[in-house]
Nanobody
Framework: DVQLQASGGGLVQAGGSLRLSCVASGFTFDDYNIGWFRQAPGKEREGVSW????????FYADSVKGRFTISSGAAKNTVYLQMNSLKPEDTAVYYC?????????????????WGQGTQVTVSS
């Protein structure tokens, strides 16, 4: 079965850090680009960060640039999102997604595979 498993969310105070993990199984991870997205209650889905599998390039939304870091893991089927200096406005359900087209992920927020989401809550 194809699966993307997102984990690592939790409750943290403003200024704190969390590391989210996205673990893939059932498909060739190296062929896919990874995106992290988030959705807060009553708001539209927002793209947060993207990882391009061909060369390891990374991309960030302006709202998280300088605070979040996306990276691949040594296990090769895992992508992390390190989130530092968290703010209450970062509170959302975070999803990872995988697609062979970075353009679809980046511009269309579309993906072949989606993880189930992990809740991040930042208290003020």
């Amino acid at each position: 079965d194809v699966q993307l498993q997102a984990s690592g969310g939790g409750l943290v105070q403003a200024g704190g850090s969390l590391r989210l993990s996205c673990v893939a199984s059932g498909f060739t991870f190296d062929d896919y680009n990874i995106g992290w997205f988030r959705q807060a209650p009553g708001k539209e889905r927002e793209g947060v960060s993207w990882f391009r599998s061909t060369d390891g390039s990374t991309f960030y939304a302006d709202s998280v640039k300088g605070r979040f870091t996306i990276s691949s893991g040594a296990a090769k089927n895992t992508v992390y999102l390190q989130m530092n200096s968290l703010k209450p406005e970062d509170t959302a359900v975070y999803y990872c997604a995988a697609d062979q087209s970075l353009r679809r992920l980046y511009y269309g927020f579309q993906a072949d595979y989606w993880g189930q989401g992990t809740q991040v809550t930042v208290s003020s």
